[in-house]
């Protein structure tokens, strides 16, 4: 089970960004994967992770699913 929590303001930044760079949603989760970060879907909620070892970043604002 996942904890709610929220992302940290450079993290956040940093995968908006990314998300700004890319034309879909796939094309944003492979950017996203090359710097070893994943998103993780669960009960309508959409989750940062990291790659290496599957911990939970935090939450992701419902605007950028």
């Known amino acids: 089970m996942i904890i709610e929590n929220t992302l940290e303001a450079p993290l956040l930044e940093f995968i ?3 998300r700004k ?3 879909s949603a796939r ?3 492979f950017r996203l ?3 070893g970060y994943g ?3 669960d009960n309508g909620r959409s989750f940062v992770v990291q790659l290496r070892n599957g911990s939970d970043l935090g939450t992701l604002p419902t605007d950028l699913h």
């Open 39 to 41: 998103i993780k879907e």
């Open 21 to 23: 760079k890319c034309l």
């Open 16 to 18: 908006t960004e990314e």
């Open 27 to 29: 094309e944003w989760k």
């Open 33 to 35: 994967a090359g710097f």
